[in-house]
């Protein structure tokens, strides 16, 4: 409705539409997400969880962020930190996947009596 | 003290600070600031899921029997609440950039009244966790015996461990933690590897695995770090409210409200990733 509106010089309006179809598809994609627990997939379940969350994300990310019109530095930001994150959590986990089973035998110490 | 602006362009806005060339060059200045921010917010969050993602990976049974005490209603709701939060802001950012001053408000207020349902909720189920000992470390009691009672306040339905049985879930010694030594180290739990007990049980809970204690400090730290963000963007929202009504944004200036709503969305985004991960384990 303000599509002919004067915005600024140096930056993209994104447009109400845009906004609003971005909303949908994020409750959709909750709502999915919620549904999907009731639907037993064994061990695909936290993959479909997080695949989902990623799309949000995506989406949160390239619209209601700007990344998908501002300069692709910023985006060149984001994912870097995104990647060393992965990488901690990857090796962290290779890690802790060798050690973990023989460092206290049995379990982990309990401290609730 | 004179010109501030001496000797540069003479339709230079009252927001451009000095050090700056033009309104566009402040204003990518301040954004990629702002994303630098972003991006150490990131690494923050980044070392909880990996936290969380090691004690999963080592005890996956102690995550599938304790997110049943989470409510995946009020946690999906506050999903749906910031989500509606980010349109606002989002919109907020629209109305900035267009001079739409009476919308900018309305919208600000509107992703402000949503950050307070959205604590409002949180705080409901911080409640109810206090209220049964669903907490971090030597905080938490131990869920069946206790618990079973409680749930008549019926402020929450949560799925109640089958076993009320006094006899330790783990089925390990009846003896006192404190006579097989540091507890855990006796090793007499051979069936207490990965795998064991509720794993991978979905809804019907086993016998309690040891050290659930373990999920409600990751909840607890998480779920907490992302308020403090809530309660902090509120206030840094109030403050664009207030310059708002001052009518201080406008097509040349609105990188204030940008930013704020970069930070509001990073949050919504570690929401996006929070919930599944702690509500919705199946």
């Not at chain 1, 999915?32 to 997939?41: E, Q």
């Not at chain 2, 089925?171 to 990965?194: I, K, M, W, Y």
Request: charge should be negative; hydrophobic fraction near 50%; glycine fraction near 10%.
């Amino acid at each position: 409705m303000n599509k002919h509106h004067e915005g600024p010089a140096y930056a993209h309006v994104v447009s109400v539409r845009t906004l609003l179809g971005v909303f949908g598809a994020l409750m959709f994609l909750t709502i999915l997400t919620y549904a999907v627990t009731y639907v037993d997939l064994g061990a695909l379940n936290i993959w479909v969880a997080m695949g989902i969350a990623v799309v949000k994300g995506t989406l949160v990310a390239l619209v209601f962020m700007h990344l998908l019109w501002d300069k692709k530095f910023y985006a060149v930001v984001l994912m870097s930190a995104l990647v060393c994150v992965m990488i901690f959590i990857g090796i962290a986990l290779l890690d802790s996947g060798q050690y973990q089973a023989d460092l206290i035998p049995g379990y982990a110490p309990s401290i609730i009596p | 003290m004179s010109t501030p602006h001496e000797g540069r362009d003479e339709h230079a806005d009252p927001h451009l600070q000095h050090h700056f060339e033009s309104m566009a060059q402040q204003y990518d200045s301040g954004k990629f600031g702002m994303w630098l921010f972003l991006v150490t917010e990131v690494l923050l969050f980044g070392g909880l899921f990996c936290a969380y993602a090691v004690y999963r990976a080592n005890h996956p049974e102690i995550f599938a029997y304790a997110h049943q005490f989470l409510d995946k209603t009020l946690g999906g709701l506050n999903t749906l609440v910031l989500i509606v939060s980010s349109l606002t802001m989002a919109m907020a950012v629209r109305c900035a950039q267009l001079g739409q001053q009476r919308r900018l408000k309305q919208m600000l207020a509107a992703t402000l009244l949503c950050a307070c349902v959205f604590l409002a909720v949180k705080g409901v189920e911080y409640q109810h966790k206090w209220k049964h000992g669903l907490l971090w470390g030597t905080r938490y009691v131990a869920q069946g015996e206790t618990a079973a009672p409680a749930d008549a306040a019926g402020v929450v339905t949560t799925p109640e461990p089958a076993a009320a049985v006094p006899v330790p879930a783990d089925g390990g010694t009846t003896l006192p933690h404190a006579a097989t030594g540091p507890a855990g180290l006796a090793g007499d739990h051979p069936q207490d590897g990965h795998g064991a007990a509720a794993h991978g049980g979905h809804g019907s809970a086993g016998p309690a695995p040891r050290n659930v204690q373990l999920f409600f400090g990751i909840y607890f730290v998480m779920t907490g770090l992302h308020g403090i963000h809530v309660l902090a963007g509120m206030i840094a929202i109030g403050w664009l409210l207030r310059r708002a009504s001052a009518g201080e944004f406008g097509p040349q200036y609105f990188a204030p409200v940008d930013f704020v709503g970069l930070y509001w969305h990073l949050v919504d985004l570690i929401w996006i990733f929070l919930f599944p991960l702690l509500y919705l384990i199946h």
